[in-house]
């Protein structure tokens, strides 16, 4: 396989890309798979991609494109997704367009490599939301690229639930201004996974949150990087990222902020947190700044920790088993991000993957 | 009702309680009363089953349950409450849910069935209205902001809500002013009945204006040196503990 980034490069360092190629040579299963209590219940087009093929039979498309987009995002994985897929979403939104209603996507991966390559593209004023659910094994590699023009919105979420595998997922998106990028990705499953954006705000008042929570357990590696690029004065980004790891996982979040000569105003802030539930599993956390103007407002933090014993004992002394005090202080440390998703059937179920994972531990 | 006997108990390899023996009867409330050091908090920290020290003899029965071999859950489940000196804060856990979760995780234990939205709503609406506990309050994060009185009417609101067949109430008077005391006193007399037993753990005798104990005992050194009446608790108060402890 061509050109994979290596662990000596500073952003790859925490990334575990070594099965992929091996992932990639096993072979696909074509059993049917269910996917059924995968959808939302949110009333819009819902489209099925197994082993990166667009099913027709079981999708509801309502009209929306599905064709391979080409553009190359600039990524060494973004772009071989670009080069490869055959298929993805193509999401072209104007103001004036009929409102579809949230875009739902499952990505069913079930051996070998399975690959999608999407764009959004939305007109002034005009918005979307789009939640990715991918699942199954094997390797996953997608990539989308969104621009929203003026004034557009998009709600993105990004659920990796997958079994086994692995998942790599590259986003670019450019903001201009009044525009609104929002995304909420969720990772609990896949054997190693690198979850990546880059968002570039290129207006007055364009505005990125890239918020996130990743759950690590047994051998697992999983990485999230989220790059934002305040390219125009006036700019505001937020970044919230809690992320968990057990047994001997490795659970790694990395934001940078990068903020232009020109770029006055802007206003940033990152918090990115972890906690370790076993003294053998590493969390790393790293915000990052790279600040070239003088009059902005950027604020960071970071902390790798573990649960509070007292709150613990406070728990089971009020009758709660261990594993029970364990889940709920687990699920409070993530709310600070899983509150934040705007649409509430979108914050409940990816609340339940979480707890579903919490349980799982039980 | 609670019976312990001949309890020893270290920390970090020292002896902090050295045979305690104490028999707390059904319908009764008893004080432990001892100057710093005497080992009343480990006593507390003994009872609940926290990590931290260890037992090297004796036993503790709770209605002839051997309370000892219990983890902790399961001491509450058995009706154990131990009311903290320092109750804890915990973000993004609201009081509402820590305390359905807690009393629903005790109903399981037991084999019994959890209660409904409804049926918690209207339990600890009644018990966080008679102690003055609104339920903004209620919904926001355990402890976070309280000040040091709310967070001990919460241990009472906790208290009522899981009605516990034994109370184990650790300096909850500690950092009071008086109309808080007097909140938390009628926070524990509401909850005297005769199948329940109170032991409060104190080292002022302010509560006990408020609460009047049926027994009266001193702790020095790790014993029970001494017993008495609620006038026992005066004595104290006036003398100190120094006369008592030679």
């Not at chain 1, 899983?338 to 919490?358: H, P, Q, S, Y």
């Not at chain 2, 600890?124 to 355990?142: H, Q, W």
């Amino acid at each position: 396989m061509t050109n994979l980034p290596t662990r000596k490069t500073e952003d790859w360092r925490w990334a575990d890309l070594s099965g992929l190629d091996a992932l990639a040579a096993t072979p696909a299963n074509d059993a049917a798979p269910d996917v059924s209590d995968l959808w939302l219940d949110l009333g819009g087009p819902r489209l099925v991609f197994v082993d990166g093929a667009f099913v027709e039979a079981a999708s509801d498309r309502r009209g929306l494109t599905v064709t391979a987009v080409r553009s190359a995002p600039g990524h060494p994985l973004g772009d071989r997704a670009a080069r490869e897929a055959t298929t993805g979403l193509w999401l072209t939104h104007t103001a004036t367009a009929t409102a579809v209603g949230p875009v739902q996507i499952v990505h069913v991966a079930t051996g070998g490599v399975s690959q999608l390559s999407s764009r959004i593209e939305l007109a002034p004023n005009a918005h979307a939301e789009v939640i990715e659910t991918h699942v199954g094994k094997g390797w996953s590699n997608v990539t989308c690229t969104v621009a929203l023009a003026e004034g557009a919105r998009l709600m993105r979420t990004i659920r990796v639930l997958k079994e086994g595998g692995a998942h790599t997922d590259f986003t670019l998106a450019t903001v201009a201004g009044a525009a609104s990028y929002t995304s909420a990705a969720l990772v609990t499953g896949a054997d190693s996974s690198r979850v990546e954006a880059r968002i570039i705000l290129q207006g007055n008042g364009a505005f990125a949150e890239a918020d996130g929570v990743v759950l690590a357990r047994g051998d697992q590696v999983h990485d999230a990087f989220t790059l934002v690029e305040h390219a125009h004065a006036g700019g505001t980004s937020r970044q919230v990222w809690r992320s968990v790891a057990d047994d001997r996982s490795t659970a790694s979040v990395a934001g940078r902020v990068a903020v232009a000569r020109d770029a006055q105003k802007t206003d940033a802030e990152q918090s990115v947190k972890a906690l370790l539930l076993a003294r053998t599993a590493t969390a790393n956390a790293k915000p990052e700044l790279e600040i070239f103007a003088d009059d902005v407002k950027c604020a960071h933090g970071a902390s790798v920790g573990e649960l509070n014993r007292d709150a613990l004992f406070y728990l089971q002394s009020r009758g709660v088993d261990p594993a029970g005090a364990k889940a709920l202080l687990t699920r409070a440390f993530l709310g600070d991000a899983l509150d934040r998703i705007g649409d509430e059937v979108v914050r409940e179920a990816v609340t339940a993957d979480a707890v579903a994972w919490l349980e799982a531990a039980r | 009702m609670l019976e312990i006997t001949d309890l020893h108990a270290t920390v970090d390899g020292k002896a902090i309680l050295n045979g305690l023996t104490l028999r707390v009867g059904a319908g009764q409330v008893h004080a432990i009363m001892g100057p710093n050091g005497a080992g009343k908090s480990t006593l507390s920290y003994v009872l609940g089953g926290r990590a931290g020290s260890e037992v090297t003899g004796g036993s503790v029965t709770l209605e002839g349950r051997d309370l000892l071999a219990l983890a902790a859950h399961e001491r509450a489940a058995a009706g154990l409450f131990l009311g903290l000196q320092y109750p804890v804060e915990i973000p993004g856990v609201s009081n509402l849910t820590f305390l359905r979760t807690a009393l629903n995780a005790q109903r399981k234990q037991r084999g019994e069935a959890e209660a409904s939205g409804a049926e918690f709503m209207k339990l600890i609406k009644i018990e966080a209205e008679a102690l003055g506990l609104s339920m903004d309050m209620l919904k926001r994060p355990v402890n976070v902001g309280f000040s040091g009185g709310e967070k001990k009417r919460n241990e009472m609101v906790q208290m009522a809500v899981l009605r516990p067949r034994v109370a184990v109430l650790d300096e909850t008077d500690s950092g009071l002013d008086i109309d808080a005391l007097r909140v938390v006193a009628d926070g524990i007399n509401r909850m005297r009945a005769p199948d329940r037993a109170t032991l409060l753990i104190t080292h002022y005798q302010r509560l006990l204006d408020y609460v009047v104990p049926d027994f009266v005992h001193v702790l020095v050194a790790g014993r029970i040196v001494r017993s008495g009446g609620p006038e026992l608790a005066q004595t104290l108060e006036r003398e100190g503990y120094v006369d008592i402890a030679a």
